[in-house]
């Protein structure tokens, strides 16, 4: 069995990614796998302060470790043409704290699961982007920074609205918008993650984001097993 096994979840908004993720760490937990959620330092459920000081120290360390890495990421994040440059700024911050955090997983044993690793973070710089820059920043990605397996959670855009609306918490930018101006976004964030995972350098496992999910985890949680088993054959 490896040391660590690095993994994302990622899928539209609606998908069901922090539940998901809490009830997989549970399920292997219950299996004697040691699991944790990665990044839920920077997760919605964190505080305000927590989030800001947590990426500042991230990016902080990713500039001064790997300045030349970070200044090719700062161009590509600056040739995407983002709207502000406050916005241009949180990308960048968002990035790089993705990065940190999955170098990080990486020297803890266990399974290690991200509800915004690097893919969610490209669908993110993507969905706000005049110009795609995914491969730019796959290039300039080392290998360290790469989870090990990503699992997307396939979602039809028609039903993460009707979640969306179902949801008390506001935590996604695309609640604000009207019920068609939602569809329409997440039909242009549905075609989007098609187009990123098409070109995703990472092994990768799609599941049905089916309303339960109860069901949903306990699938996850059979993939990380079998990634586990497979990475012990190998070594």
Known sequence: MPASLAVELCGLPGAGKTTVARLACARLDAAKVSCEIADRDISAAATSSLRVRRRVVSALRETTRHPLRTSAAASAVLASGQSRPRDTAAVLAQWLTARDLVAASRRTPGVHLFEEGVLQRLWTLGLRSDHDVSQL???????????????????????????????RSRHSRVQQ????????????????????????PVPLVRIAADPAPELVAERVAGVLLDALIDSSVGQ
């Open 137 to 167: 920043l796959w290039r300039n990605l080392d290998p360290a920074r790469r989870t090990d397996l990503v699992v997307v959670l396939d979602l039809p855009a028609a039903e993460a609205v009707a979640r969306l609306r179902g949801r």
């Open 177 to 200: 918008l009207a019920p068609d101006a939602m569809l329409e976004e997440l039909e242009r964030g549905k075609r989007l993650l098609d187009d990123l995972v098409a070109g995703c």
